[in-house]
């Protein structure tokens, strides 16, 4: 006779998802923000990806300042405070 098992299992440890958008969230709360090569490099995204996360789901959709700021040829984003 095979005993049963009376305890129910545990339910499994849940992590919370990181996303894309909050690689790229964290990056442009950095003090010196990100330039859109390194977010792009940092999510696997091509760079038209990124800028249309940054417009699209970023500004429009959490309504989040986003500034965008030419140094030294490159176009580096960061959120306002």
């Not at 005993?3 to 969230?25: M, N, Q």
């Not at 249309?52 to 984003?77: M, N, P, Q, S, W």
């Amino acid at each position: 006779m095979t005993k049963r098992k009376t305890e129910a299992a545990a339910p499994p440890e849940t992590h919370p998802r990181v996303t894309k958008v909050d690689i790229i969230l964290g990056m442009l709360r950095r003090d010196g923000g990100a330039d859109v090569h390194a977010l792009a490099a940092a999510t696997g995204w091509q760079t038209h990806s990124v800028r249309g996360a940054i417009a699209g789901h970023i500004k429009k959709k959490l309504g989040l300042d986003v500034a965008a700021e030419r140094i030294e040829g490159c176009t580096v984003y960061r959120i306002q405070s």
